[in-house]
């Protein structure tokens, strides 16, 4: 199955990647490079939030992810500018 993680989008941008859904918990995903699965698998939790089975969901998750950076940095920037020693 291959999906897109959206987990580090902010570093390394959306992934495609094959795996499959675990089958004991339906929310997490487990890549499966070449479709076998590897000793080293990796995790991600959360449907819509990690990882998404249409590339349009990634995007939006990802300019949410974008949007809320920014707003995060706006307000460490107000914080410095009125800093004073």
């Known amino acids: 199955m291959k999906v897109w993680i959206t987990k580090y989008a902010l570093t390394k941008g959306i992934q495609e990647v094959d795996g499959v859904i675990s089958s004991l918990s339906p929310e997490r995903f487990i890549t499966t490079p070449d479709g076998q699965i590897p000793e080293h698998k990796e995790y991600f939790k959360g449907e819509g939030k990690e990882w998404h089975i249409a590339p349009g969901s990634a995007k ?18 107000v914080y410095f500018e009125n800093l004073k020693f």
């Open 60 to 77: 939006i998750r990802a300019n949410e992810m974008v949007a809320a950076k920014i707003k995060s940095l706006k307000k460490s920037l």
